[in-house]
């Protein structure tokens, strides 16, 4: 934040700022952009495609990007990192895919993700 953000989050600053994008289908940290500025604007870029590298590399400094909450939420109590802007996240909707063959015996296991699911990831 002191390096890239010393006076904000602007469109200029974001534009020097490394993001972490997990791969060219990655659209999340776009799609934040939008929402806050209005429109995608061109950023660099590290390429990352793995879950838990994408919360250690923003936790090293190496830039910014989009994390699920209930990966980083004790860093953001910490203080180990914080959001770019203050109360802007980026619902998402998810989905539970599984084989239909396999949906029978995988009854259960899709009914208790769906109950976690409902209790740990509502939106806002």
Do not use: C
């Not at 390096?3 to 791969?23: L, M």
């Not at 660099?44 to 990007?65: D, I, N, R």
């Not at 539970?96 to 806002?124: H, P």
């Amino acid at each position: 934040m002191s390096r890239y953000f010393p006076e904000g989050v602007t469109p200029n600053a974001i534009g020097d700022a490394p993001a972490v994008t997990f791969n060219q289908k990655d659209r999340m940290q776009s799609r934040w952009l939008s929402q806050i500025f209005g429109g995608d604007l061109p950023h660099p870029t590290h390429w990352l495609p793995s879950t838990q590298s994408f919360v250690e590399a923003s936790l090293f400094g190496m830039g910014w990007g989009m994390n699920p909450i209930e990966l980083v939420r004790e860093h953001l109590q910490a203080g180990r990192l914080v959001e770019l802007v203050s109360d802007t996240p980026l619902d998402v909707a998810i989905d539970w895919q599984i084989n239909r063959f396999a949906a029978d015996k995988l009854a259960g296991l899709t009914r208790e993700i769906a109950a976690v699911a409902r209790r740990r990831l509502t939106a806002r």
